[in-house]
């Protein structure tokens, strides 16, 4: 469990826990409840949260600037080609995409992966 952040609860808090587990009980409902002082309360038993630790590819940021600096003075009609570099197709059309979705807002790019050549062709619309 984690450490409680109060060192007790306050007498309304305590009436409103005991009447929710009141209401439970008699409802005849299966429970478990985990009060502001860590104390668990009822029969079910309480998983403790896991913690999700996605590894990245690349640092957070990181695909984002290295496709702005192609595309940042892009003018309505211009097209840029940006390679792909260490970066997969896929990504570096996610990040174009999203750059010029912040920068211009939505539609306002269109872009198609070129294989042959390694790079993604962005043509800005709006």
Request: net charge positive.
């Amino acid at each position: 469990m984690s450490q409680p952040s109060i060192l007790q609860m306050s007498n309304i808090q305590e009436v409103v826990l005991k009447r929710a587990i009141s209401m439970l009980e008699g409802m005849k409902c299966s429970y478990a409840i985990i009060d502001p002082l860590g104390n668990k309360h009822g029969l079910l038993a309480v998983k403790e949260p896991t913690v999700r630790s996605s590894v990245r590819k690349h640092p957070h940021g990181e695909r984002s600037h290295y496709v702005r600096t192609y595309i940042s003075s892009m003018m309505v009609g211009n097209v840029v080609e940006v390679p792909f570099g260490k970066y997969d197709a896929l990504d570096v059309q996610s990040s174009s995409t999203s750059a010029a979705h912040k920068m211009w807002g939505k539609g306002s790019v269109t872009t198609t992966i070129n294989r042959v050549n390694g790079v993604l062709e962005i043509m800005r619309i709006l």
